[in-house]
């Protein structure tokens, strides 16, 4: 079967049954489609003041500035970057006049950021200025799955989750 994509490009699909996942461990999908993208290049949060937030996720994550984004511009920061020191992990920061829709009813995309101790990431995320939004994973009747959600300054939400 071949169908035609809203910008002309061919798309070909297989007959095979809807159960049968075209993502299954060790299968190419079905599909064919020509396109460049092939990396998640960086999530990047909308906010009000992008540097504040950059500083309250550097601190957090103990994460650097990327290269010539360690100094405030004196017109405001546009967009900032951090950067894992560890790994090619990064994290933007742009500038959005957007208002962030609170947690469980419109929130759309959160980060989930691990921690070796959930306590001790709860205490730097809350000295930091994050809010918690549920108890403890006790508390919260899911002891088995470790987690935390909270706000970021920004009221974006993120999740702690212990690394197991």
Known sequence: MVLSAHDGRAL?????????????????PSYRLSM???HLRQPTVDCAEPRELAEFYRQ??????????????????????????????????????ATVPP????????????????????DDAVRLGARPLT????????ADDPFRVYEDPSGHPFCLCLDR
Do not use: C, M, N
């Open 60 to 97: 957090l994550l103990g994460w650097e500035y990327a290269p010539g984004h360690e100094e405030p511009d004196p017109d405001g920061d546009e967009f900032l970057l951090l950067v894992d020191p560890e790994r090619k992990a990064r994290l933007g920061f742009q500038r959005s006049d």
């Open 103 to 122: 947690w469980r009813v419109g929130a759309r995309v959160h980060l989930d950021l691990e921690v070796t101790d959930l306590a001790v990431g709860h």
């Open 12 to 28: 070909t699909f297989s007959t095979r049954s809807r159960r049968e996942s075209p993502w299954a461990p060790g299968r190419v």
């Open 135 to 142: 108890g403890t994973p006790e508390e919260e009747g899911h």
């Open 36 to 38: 460049t993208i092939r």
